[in-house]
């Protein structure tokens, strides 16, 4: 059932990528939905018997051996317990509607079959990330989803600027992906494996162990957590590695919403809760990822305030949201970060689903500025589009509401400094987070129409293979935080998680369970900064709609400075692409062509002809020459010998 | 009372010297329409002196007072010449026919030019040597200059002759400095001599050999006495080049082995060095020389004086391995060059004779089996495995290198990749340029030989390797068993 649950999309993607002129688009999409649905019902299965089986019921399936040399060895084989039946199923069962709404979204596009096969790709190898039992095996898994997102980035390959997004997303996530690779070498250097079991069992008694860096003593199990850290920044959009997230909103939008919201970009959470055992002994570490996350948290939350584009909103609130995520386990709350994490895959799927449909009904137009009054147009959209941004508001009794409120009771109740600062910066994203979802919708849904009167004219509910899988998503965006609280981070979470994630326990019990019992105005405060947020976004946009304009003009300075998203570009444009496209450059133009080719091959031939040229001179055609040559010879070969003796 | 000298050693050369004189009879009496004639009688006169040849006593026999030795070294070469003349006299009949120049004097003289050949490679003696070597030569020497109302083969054949008498008054000079010093001609007594020699050997002696050894350099055309190479290939008439590519090259480089190893063989740190050099300068003219070409016949030249620096580079090793890998190559290139010119012969545009590589141009689309034979012996020339000629260049380069010859083997290696250059260009004229005027299709005979001669080049050779490399190996250790 693992296997299927796993290898099923693989199937589906070799089917219709390989095939998928054999069987046509139809029969690609058939496949591959086919192939992801079973799976998502295989997974829901799996998650129940191993959540609520007990400790015994997680197990390992051993495929076969990888590597097997000297001392390293490392197999194919697919851990199953808590933490990954809850990604299998987030994984599958959002893929799973992605896929469906695919088939609506891309039904004018020439290359059906192919955006299939990627996508089952995709969904293969984050479930191979998740189902691994070894660092190495994790590796490939990130490194499959990182080339996934590049040929979905790229999907549209005659647009430029998705040839220069994919580029800056592969690139970018290989900064972070090198850091990991030296994470897993730190840990395979401490550890001497890369196996979990083994890593894990071990942790504990290395917890004070060091090494040498350039005679520099280093506490060991901080630096590979901060390696690994790097590599879980780059993927997962962390402040510094983000800058790749908001370009890859090029790619088509069920890409999006799979990929760089719902579940590729939350690997790096996933990784750490998955090392939460290592991340334990290593609190240097794990202060750092509380900092860079709340950071994140606010800035991205900033930049998401005054983006026109629909999805870049979306992908700012996501990257937002990632940071909540990290800070979450930057306090060791990781049940706290996965339970955001399921929810925020639901909900945020759905949001950018939902964007999804109204570009489609917009006759892609992407920029707020040019639309409004669409709501009456298309209602069931618009309702899908309310239930997610009051999920991501984190309004009672939507899924958002559970998983923020812990992470930021939890933030709270470390009582430290990295805690207290990521619990106010929290609950300024949290006001930022109301007020840009209600912009969002407010100025697509509402006020005066201003796109042009043919696309109005054109607007239309999408079909119904587009809305069903809105429902669905919207239903767990609904229920997901209500129905599973208790198991994720309430009464029952020591038995649900049966040992998957490792919390060190202090005096008054672990963090979560300190989490309920802070004072009283805790949990309401990221409410009140919600609702405060939705009602002056009601006043900025729909009552007083001069006021945004007045409020950018007295900050201009500032607006501008986060507009331009905080000049992360130009900034590393000026400091890494400038420079290495200049050292590139002076190495081709300099070293390459100049020197290696100069003195190599077209040196090498230059002399060649010139030699050749000389030796035919040479050869003049008198014979008193020739008579000449040989005589010389003989003299030369004689007067040697003599001379040598 | 004087009794007769045992002539059995010798039947071979004393039928083949008694068949050239009846064919040049029957030439005589039958006229200038007997060139067919003649021609098929002296391969058959060949292939019956190739089977006296086996018949042969074994092991090693003198004769004529020490002047001639059969030995089962001699034997190898022989066989090789024999092969390789026969082919020269069938692919010439066509040629000659062709370019009106059917006169019966020529397969007699090829005749006489053979014997001469096996005479060279049966010589134990300084005397025997130089009168095989004449015999050769003056043939030789005729046949080039064979279309003597044109002006380009005259002057190939006045070429040839001027600097074939310099190089024989070389190894004349040599021969008496040797004889001076040493006090004798003769290749055993030279032997026991140089053996039993306290010290230092004589300068006298080493300077008569370097001058024997210039002689006989010449006649392999290695650097620096190639320089008649080019402008005698291209200016002889093509069968008598792909005659002189060959056979001679063959018997040259057999009497070279043999004197050096021979009566030389304790002077071998002396001549090991004029042997080096000269195969480092060949190797390196050859390929350098031949870029500038773009006559097919002048890079053949260049390239057979490529090809005999790689095998001097198995002779300067100066051991077995050496010996057997330059016999090896021997027979590797006649392969290739026999089949080469088989082609080069075949060349024709409405009858007339061309000898541009440009004229090749498009010949996969003309004659596609034509160009891919070409572009096997091409591939095979410039040493590209899995072609026999990479295999002959293994053979000669890896004795090299077990004695050490580092510099010589890595000169050999650039020199083979320059070489590449110009084989290459053969093959892209051939697949890649455009056809300007296509050639006339090639006679059954020529085609015959050509595919035969590819055919071993590739890939027979692979599945007869063990008689040819293990006779290669018996000869070589014949001629170092005889020390």
Redesign the interface.
């Known amino acids: 059932m693992e296997i299927a649950a796993i290898f099923l999309p693989l199937a589906g993607a070799f089917i219709a990528g390989f095939f998928g002129r054999l069987i046509g688009d139809r029969g690609a999409q058939i496949v591959t939905c086919a192939g992801v649905l079973i799976a998502a019902v295989l997974s829901v299965i799996l998650f129940i018997k191993v959540g609520f089986g007990g400790p015994e019921a997680a197990r390992t399936v051993e495929l076969f051996t990888w590597i097997d040399s000297g001392t390293f060895e490392v197999s194919w084989s697919l851990r199953i317990d808590t933490l990954t039946a809850v990604m299998l199923v987030v994984v599958n069962v959002v893929s799973s509607m992605v896929h469906v709404y695919s088939v609506g979204y891309m039904s004018h596009d020439p290359h059906r079959a192919r955006f299939m096969a990627y996508l089952s790709l995709f969904t293969f190898m984050m479930l191979m990330l998740v189902t691994a039992d070894n660092l190495l095996q994790m590796f490939f898994g990130w490194e499959g989803v990182g080339v996934a997102s590049y040929l979905l980035i790229n999907f549209w390959y005659e647009k430029k600027s998705a040839n220069d997004a994919s580029m800056k997303a592969f690139l970018v996530n290989r900064v972070g992906d090198f850091g990991f690779a030296l994470g897993i070498m730190a840990i395979y250097m401490i550890f001497g494996t890369v196996e979990f079991d083994g890593i894990f069992a071990q942790a504990a008694s290395k917890a004070d162990a060091t090494f040498n860096f350039l005679g520099w003593e280093v506490h060991a199990l901080t630096c590979a957590c901060l390696l690994l850290f790097i590599g879980a920044m780059g993927k997962s959009a962390q402040l510094g590695l983000h800058t790749w997230l908001p370009d890859a909103m090029e790619g088509p939008t069920p890409v999006s919403a799979l990929i760089h919201a719902a579940t590729m970009v939350t690997a790096g959470v996933f990784m750490l809760a998955r090392m939460s055992p290592v991340f334990e002994y290593a609190p240097t570490a794990l202060e750092v990822v509380t900092y860079l996350g709340a950071a994140t948290a606010f800035v991205a939350a900033t930049i998401g305030l005054t983006q026109f584009d629909i999805k870049r909103v979306i992908a700012y609130s996501t990257m937002s949201q990632l940071g909540y995520m990290f800070f979450a386990i930057g306090v060791g709350a990781y049940p706290a970060a996965i339970f955001h994490l399921m929810t925020h895959a639901f909900f945020k799927a759905l949001l950018f689903l939902g964007a999804g449909s109204v570009i489609h009904a917009m006759s892609d137009e992407q920029d707020m500025r040019n639309m409004g009054g669409i709501w009456k147009l298309i209602p069931g959209t618009y309702t899908m589009m309310w239930i997610g941004n009051l999920a991501l508001a984190g309004i009672p009794f939507f899924a958002g509401f559970y998983s923020k409120d812990m992470i930021l009771e939890v933030a709270y109740a470390k009582h430290s400094a990295a805690g207290s600062f990521a619990f106010w910066m929290g609950i300024a994203a949290a006001f930022m987070t109301a007020f840009y979802s209600w912009r969002l919708l407010i100025m697509t849904f509402h006020g005066k129409p201003r796109a042009s009167e043919k696309v109005m004219a054109h607007v239309h509910e999408s079909p119904a293979v587009m809305l069903v899988p809105l429902v669905v998503l919207s239903i767990g965006a609904l229920f997901a935080g209500f129905v599973a609280y208790p198991w994720f981070v309430g009464h029952d979470m020591n038995a649900f998680w049966a040992g998957s994630i490792v919390m060190l326990t202090g005096e008054h019990g672990s963090i979560i369970e300190a989490a309920h019992h802070v004072p009283g105005w805790v949990p309401y405060a990221p409410l009140v900064a919600g609702v405060s947020g939705i009602v002056l976004a009601y006043v900025f946009y729909m009552f007083s709609p001069g006021l945004p304009g007045a409020f950018v003009n007295t900050f201009k300075a500032l607006h501008a400075f986060v507009f331009r998203k905080y000049m992360f570009d130009e900034l590393y444009d000026a400091l890494f692409v400038r420079p290495a496209m200049k050292l590139g450059f002076g190495l081709w133009k300099g070293v390459d062509i100049g020197v290696i080719d100069g003195l190599g091959p077209d040196g090498a031939a230059a002399v060649t002809r010139r030699l050749s040229l000389a030796s035919s001179r040479v050869q003049s055609g008198y014979v008193y020459h020739y008579a000449f040559v040989m005589v010389i010879g003989v003299v030369a070969l004689t007067g040697w010998f003599i001379l040598a003796r | 009372m004087a009794t007769l000298p045992d002539l059995a050693p010798a039947l071979p050369e004393i039928f083949l010297a008694c068949a050239s004189m009846a064919l040049l009879m029957i030439g005589v009496f039958r006229g200038d329409g007997s060139l067919r004639l003649v021609s098929w009688l002296t391969v058959a006169s060949f292939i019956v002196t190739g089977f006296l040849l086996l018949q042969g006593p074994e092991g090693r026999a003198v004769t004529f007072n020490g002047l001639f030795v059969a030995d089962s070294f001699g034997t190898f070469a022989k066989l090789l010449i024999l092969i390789a003349s026969s082919l020269a006299v069938i692919l010439s009949v066509n040629y000659l026919e062709k370019e009106r120049v059917a006169r019966f004097e020529y397969p007699v003289l090829i005749a006489l030019a053979t014997l001469g050949m096996l005479a060279m490679v049966s010589a134990n003696d300084l005397i025997s040597l130089y009168v095989g070597l004449e015999l050769q030569s003056l043939a030789l020497y005729v046949i080039a200059s064979f279309k003597r109302d044109v002006a380009k083969s005259t002057e190939a054949g006045?070429?040839y002759f001027?600097?074939g008498a310099?190089?024989s008054g070389?190894l004349l000079y040599g021969a008496s400095l040797v004889y001076g010093f040493a006090g004798t001609t003769s290749f055993d007594k030279l032997a026991t001599v140089l053996a039993g020699a306290e010290g230092?050997p004589s300068?006298g002696v080493?300077?008569g050999m370097?001058?024997v050894?210039?002689g006989l350099a010449?006649k392999i055309s290695a650097?620096?006495?190639h320089?008649?190479t080019?402008?005698v290939y291209e200016g002889a008439p093509t069968s008598v080049t792909a005659f002189f590519a060959v056979a001679p090259k063959v018997a040259a480089i057999t009497l070279f082995i043999r004197v050096l190893v021979g009566p030389f063989g304790d002077l071998a740190v002396?001549w090991q060095?004029?042997i080096q050099?000269c195969a480092a300068a060949s190797m390196i003219?050859g390929a350098?020389?031949?870029?500038?070409q773009k006559n097919i016949k002048r890079l053949m030249a260049y390239s057979s004086i490529g090809h005999i620096g790689y095998a001097l580079v198995g002779l300067s090793a100066g051991s077995v391995e050496g010996v057997r890998g330059v016999l090896i190559y021997m027979a590797i290139y006649l392969a290739m060059n026999v089949g080469v010119f088989a082609i080069i012969l075949s060349m024709r545009q409405s009858g007339r004779a061309v000898e541009e590589i440009a004229d090749l141009g498009g010949l996969s689309k003309t004659h596609p089996m034509l160009a891919f034979a070409m572009a096997v012996f091409m591939w095979s020339l410039a040493g590209v495995p899995p072609a026999a000629g990479f295999w002959g260049k293994w053979a000669v380069f890896l004795p090299a290198i077990q004695a050490g010859l580092y510099p010589l083997a890595i000169v050999g290696v650039i020199a083979s990749g320059?070489s590449c250059?110009y084989y290459l260009r053969v093959i892209k004229a051939m697949y890649f340029d455009d056809v300007t005027e296509p050639l006339d299709r090639p006679t059954p005979t020529a085609g015959f030989v050509v595919a035969g001669a590819a055919l071993f080049v590739f890939p027979v050779y692979i599945f007869f390797l063990s008689p040819i490399t293990s006779g290669a190996a018996a000869a070589a250790a014949a001629l170092f068993g005889a020390r």
């Open positions: 006045l070429k001027v600097l310099l190089s070389l230092a300068v080493v300077i370097v001058f050894a210039a010449f650097v620096p006495f320089m008649w080019p402008d002396q060095q004029v050099f003219i350098l020389g031949a870029i500038q320059i250059f």
